[in-house]
């Protein structure tokens, strides 16, 4: 208990020691509202639209959600795959690479053509965006397996499906859950950008059309209320997956051991 | 040359171990000849030394041994020993996972890294040969547990790797090479990175389960004390590529250790004489 206050606390004091100033800035400097809302405004805004904006936060967190589990599954098979194989790899890891490299506001048009506005073609654009980390970091780990170890199975003559569940992918777990806590704060991030191409405005908005709308009629406020919402969920997610990672991980790996 | 002290400490019960016979094996592994010339012989139940030069094909001769490679020339022979029979439990009913138990592979290894998986506790780590051979849980988690208790290792079933110190590692890995009842143990310089002190207890224990199990063993080692101490006979590898010597029979009762007894130290002579033969000597000495 003691260790996670030493933990946590810190960076809140820090966070309340930042809105405080910056409340106190606003205070004596007045700038335009349109410009830079106080920390109170902007929690009053929230509280007036608080309805619309939980609606919003559920709906980019089940979109970011549902675009990271597609994410982690489909780049650790395509990496169980891949690592099979040097010749699959050879031909098919460098136009993987391309998944990084598309501005995804460039294609999110693109899928809002093939999948019509809405969940689909956010979850689509998370999913986009979070698959490559966790392709790339469950490969390297899947191809980093102990030598020696890979030996102990050939001399116990172990099939390659058996390998690969019983060795390969435990041995790969550090980088797995690496590659996982990487794709959680990207796939809120393709998330977002998703709805803004995609998203529709009205009850349902999701938290990147709150910003779009709010942007449009100098809503600042709101507009930091969503970000802030949005930066919420892609913590919550983020937590999520490090936290699944470290039980995964405690009892074996050096990175969780304390010694 | 058979010792009679060595019948009795044996219980005629167990089955006996594979003998092996190299013959005329050279090998070649990435375009560089590493084995000029390997003829050894283990007779069944027997325990053989191999020590030499670093880099003379002491683990690549182990390894094809193993079945790990396929000699470029020359044959490795395997024989029953004859009180083996198939399918017939190990020890009267000492438990039901007997017979699955063997039915699983006979040829075992011991690295000097050990080896373990260090996701897995010590009962699962010991338990693999057997699930990868297709026994079930808690089938292979007695047989597990058995050989743990054999070893005094009980106590840290539910420890992970890391946890534990070099020696234990090393002693769970032989856990688990033992654990499918091999009727071949290979050692390839299985405690090179312990100190003496943990290397002689291990030493001990290594002998102590090579008379219960009636297994054949073949050490690689570096230590000629040790060699001599646990082995009947000790061939030396000179060379790069290395070539076998005539085997140096160790004349001594194996139940104990003996390493004070002048015989002891005399044969340790005769197999550092052999280590330090001048090349020439060495090409003129092979038969």
């Known amino acids: 208990m003691n260790k996670m206050l030493r933990v946590a606390l810190p960076p809140i004091f820090t966070a309340m020691g930042l809105l405080v100033a910056w409340e106190i800035a606003v205070v004596v400097f007045k700038p335009a509202a349109y410009l830079l809302p106080s920390p109170l405004a902007i929690l009053r805004a929230a509280n007036i639209d608080s309805r619309q904006l939980i609606n919003a936060t559920l709906s980019t967190a089940i979109s970011a959600g549902l675009g990271f589990v597609i994410a982690a599954v489909v780049g650790m098979v395509c990496a169980s795959v891949l690592s099979q194989s040097q010749f699959l790899q050879r031909g098919l890891y460098p136009l993987a690479s391309l998944f990084q490299m598309v501005p995804l506001v460039a294609i999110a048009p693109l899928l809002v053509i093939w999948l019509g506005y809405g969940l689909s073609a956010t979850v689509a654009s998370a999913a986009i965006v979070a698959v490559f980390p966790v392709l790339a970091n469950t490969l390297d780990g899947l191809r980093s397996t102990d030598p020696a170890l890979r030996e102990l199975f050939r001399i116990y003559k172990a099939n390659r499906f058996t390998r690969w569940w019983k060795l390969e992918l435990p041995s790969a777990t550090p980088n797995i859950v690496t590659g996982l806590r990487i794709a959680a704060g990207l796939a809120v991030i393709g998330t977002v950008v998703g709805e803004f191409v995609s998203g529709y405005a009205g009850e349902d908005a999701p938290l990147g059309m709150v910003v779009l709308a709010s942007m449009r009629s100098a809503r600042t406020d709101l507009v930091f209320a969503a970000v802030a919402l949005s930066a919420a969920v892609g913590f919550v997610l983020f937590g999520a997956v490090s936290f699944l990672g470290w039980l995964s991980l405690r009892k074996w790996h050096a990175s969780t051991l304390s010694r | ?287």
Not at chain 2, 69 to 84: D, K, Q
Not at chain 2, 247 to 252: G, P, S
Request: proline share 5%.
């Open chain 2, 1 to 287: 040359m058979r010792n009679p002290s060595q019948d009795t400490v044996r219980n005629a019960n167990v089955p006996g171990g594979l003998g092996v016979h190299v013959r005329g094996v050279s090998h070649i592994f990435d375009g560089l000849q590493v084995i000029q010339q390997a003829d050894l012989q283990v007779k069944p139940g027997g325990f053989l030394a191999i020590v030499g030069d670093s880099g003379g094909g002491k683990t690549t001769l182990l390894r094809l041994i193993g079945g790990l490679l396929a000699p470029t020339r020359g044959e490795i022979v395997f024989t029953a020993s004859s009180e083996m029979k198939a399918g017939e439990s190990a020890r009267g009913t000492s438990s039901q996972s007997t017979q699955a138990v063997a039915q699983t592979s006979s040829i075992s290894f011991c690295f000097q890294e050990g080896r373990l998986l260090p996701w897995r506790n010590v009962l699962d780590n010991v338990a693999l040969p057997l699930e990868l051979n297709g026994v079930l849980t808690h089938e292979r988690r007695d047989a597990a547990r058995e050989m743990l208790a054999k070893m005094q290792l009980s106590n840290s079933e539910n420890k992970m790797p890391a946890q534990l110190s070099g020696g234990m590692r090393m002693r769970v890995a032989m856990a688990r090479a033992l654990v499918t009842r091999p009727k071949l143990l290979l050692l390839d310089e299985p405690f090179g990175a312990l100190d003496e002190v943990t290397r002689l207890a291990l030493d001990e224990e290594l002998r102590q389960l090579w008379l219960d199990t009636a297994t054949t063993a073949i050490l690689v080692t570096h230590s000629i004390q040790e060699a001599v101490s646990l082995a009947q006979e000790v061939v030396v590898m000179r060379g790069k590529p290395g070539r076998t010597l005539p085997a140096i029979a160790i004349d001594l009762p194996k139940d104990k250790s003996h390493r004070t007894s002048m015989e002891f130290v005399a044969l340790c002579g005769r197999v550092y004489e052999q280590m330090t033969l001048q090349t020439e000597e060495v090409a003129g000495r092979t038969p």
